[in-house]
Structures are given as C-alpha cells and as structure tokens.
C-alpha cells in the first residue's frame, strides 16, 4: 500500500529558529495536506497543497508540493512555544474528501525556550 | 470550516463491552469518516460512514466489530464492540464539506480498555 515517510521522528529547535520538515512517498498524490496535532486534541489542518509546485504560505508556515508529487515539505519560520506538536502530512490520490488520505508518521517537534 | 463535536471524549472501559462514539456536525457535510490512532501511532482509516446506507470499511476492519451508523449529513456513531486492550486508542471522526474540501477532524474519543 502507498506510505508515506517523515523523518525525523522528533525534533528539537531553539525558540525563534526555523525549521523544515520533508514528506517523501514512494507513489504519486495529488493533494498534500499539513496537520498539526496538540496533545488531547485532534489534528488540525494547517495547509492544503492540490499542484504539483505549489507554494502555500499560512503566517510562520510555508509548504511546497513537490514537483514530482511523491513529496512535500513544510517550513516554520521564527518558531515559537506553541508550535510544539506533532506534524502529520498526509496526501490524497485525487482532491476531495471522497479519496482516502495516506498519513505519515508524524514529526514531533519540541521547541526550547 | 464545520465545528465537529464528538462525544464521549474520553472513557475506561471494561472488556467484553461496547462503546459507542458520537460525532455531530453544525451543518452538513457530504463526507463522515472514521479514523483511529493507537499509541504513539499515525491515524488509520476505518471505514467511510456513508449516509443512509452501509459503511465501507478498510481492509482489517470488519462490520462486526465496528458498526457505524450515519442517519443524516450531520450525524454518525462508531461502536467499538467486545472491548479488548488491544482496543485502546484514540478515535477521530474526520469530515469533508464537499467533495472539493481537505478533511478536518474532531478533538477524538481517548479510549482505556481494561
């Protein structure tokens, strides 16, 4: 079945630093979507990516659709505290929520104060 | 988006019982989907809660043990049934507003089986 790869599994940064987290697969998506999840709550959408090059920003988060399709990457820039979580990417064979979403493992970040 | 209330959000149970899920949309929505995250895990699609008919379920989950009902755009349940430990995960309904709409999901059912 398609899988999607994060990695690292966790991260750890310095407040105000940057940081970049990649998705790769080994099959095409047509969609990419960006989820970010707290601890006791559900993920929550951060960025929906639907063309091959594609760059979306959302504030401190930026994503890129990969030109291949088989990969994506999110950027956070000037991180703050409350970005601790953990990253979910996920891609869709078709856009819609009719097609089935292929989730990755998930990037825990921790940001140091 | 649409405000997704799922209940309960958290509940112990006992093996060889039932738990029923609840999820409620504020307005309706054309996709339901049931998703489940064991420990530490990635989310796992269970099946697709398809209104006013028979779910569609992934492969390694069946009907039996998983029965789901949707009787309208705003409404579904997820009973996990013959609780066992291996049971004990966090369940997340998930929808789409249209079938051009990314997936947004509830805050999940943390569930203890003991």
């Known amino acids: 079945g398609q899988q999607l790869n994060q990695s690292p599994q966790s991260m750890f940064i310095q407040e105000g630093e940057d940081v970049s987290m990649n998705c790769t697969s080994s099959?095409?998506?047509?969609?990419w979507l960006w989820y970010k999840q707290d601890p006791g709550e559900g993920p929550v959408l951060l960025i929906a990516?639907?063309?091959?090059?594609e760059l979306t920003s959302n504030g401190r988060l930026t994503a890129q659709f990969g030109i291949t399709r088989k990969d994506s990457f999110l950027n956070i820039s000037a991180s703050i505290p409350s970005d601790v979580g953990i990253y979910f990417c996920a891609g869709q064979d078709d856009t819609g929520a009719n097609s089935k979403l292929t989730f990755g493992k998930g990037i825990t970040l921790s940001v140091r104060p | 988006s649409a405000v997704i209330s799922q209940k309960p959000s958290r509940d112990i149970c006992q093996r060889g019982t039932s738990l029923t899920i609840q999820c409620q949309v504020d307005?309706?929505?054309?996709?339901m989907f049931w998703y489940r995250q064991q420990p530490g895990q990635s989310l796992t699609l269970i099946a697709t809660a398809n209104q006013g008919s028979e779910a569609t379920y992934e492969s390694g989950f069946v009907i039996d043990k998983f029965p789901i009902s949707r009787p309208n755009l705003t409404f579904s349940t997820l009973t996990v049934s013959n609780l066992s430990p291996e049971d004990s995960s966090i369940y997340l309904c998930?929808?789409?507003?249209?079938?051009?709409?990314?997936?947004?999901f509830g805050n999940g059912t943390r569930l203890t089986v003991t």
């Open positions: 307005s309706q929505v054309t996709m």
């Open positions: 990516l639907y063309k091959a090059g």
């Open positions: 099959s095409i998506f047509n969609t």
């Open positions: 998930s929808v789409g507003l249209d079938y051009n709409s990314p997936l947004h």
